[in-house]
């Protein structure tokens, strides 16, 4: 009965539904390919945007823990400052992920953390974690006010 239903969801016969979820998964990663690649490009004409203008707060809705990384790492090369990306929403809060070349960010993310309910941490020049906070003003209002 189970197959049954299945073989109904996948339009494939009974015996056939092995080569269907096949097919499915391999039109899984094909989409997941395109995306990655199409993020990439989003990323890359951002950091085009922002080329030079230092330090800057970007916020990408939408995306993946490694999405918000791969976009700080493209933003970070072409800013000349710190590149602080955001994605999130209300509910559930905010990932983000800082970089900046040669920087030292792990005062600022712990101040970040501190201040925003969040978690995480990483290298001198890197960081990434979430933040419980559900006002993205917060994340900005922290921002203006953060002093070194």
Same mark, same amino acid.
């Given at each position: 009965?189970? $197959?049954?239903?299945? @073989?109904?969801?996948?339009? #494939? ?9 096949? +097919?499915?998964? /391999?039109?899984?990663? @094909? ?9 990439? #490009?989003? %990323? ?27 976009? /700080? ?37 712990? /101040?970040? $953390? ?11 020049? %890197? ?8 006002? %993205? #003003?917060?994340?900005? +209002? %922290?921002?203006? $006010?953060?002093?070194?």
């Amino acid at each position: 009965a189970q $197959n049954r239903q299945v @073989s109904q969801q996948l339009s #494939a016969k009974v015996k056939e539904t092995a080569k269907a979820v096949q +097919n499915l998964a /391999a039109e899984l990663e @094909s989409k997941k390919q395109q995306l990655f690649q199409l993020e990439n #490009a989003q %990323f890359a004409a951002k950091a085009e945007e922002l080329r030079g203008q230092g330090d800057v707060l970007v916020r990408m809705d939408g995306l993946t823990p490694d999405g918000v990384r791969r976009a /700080a790492i493209a933003i970070q090369e072409t800013c000349g400052g710190r590149a602080a990306v955001f994605s999130g929403d209300e509910e559930s809060g905010y990932k983000y992920a800082v970089g900046q070349v040669d920087g030292d960010l792990r005062d600022w993310v712990k /101040a970040l $953390n501190t201040a925003l309910s969040g978690r995480g941490g990483g290298k001198p020049g %890197f960081c990434q974690g979430s933040l419980a906070c559900t006002d %993205f #003003a917060d994340v900005q +209002n %922290f921002l203006v $006010n953060y002093h070194e």
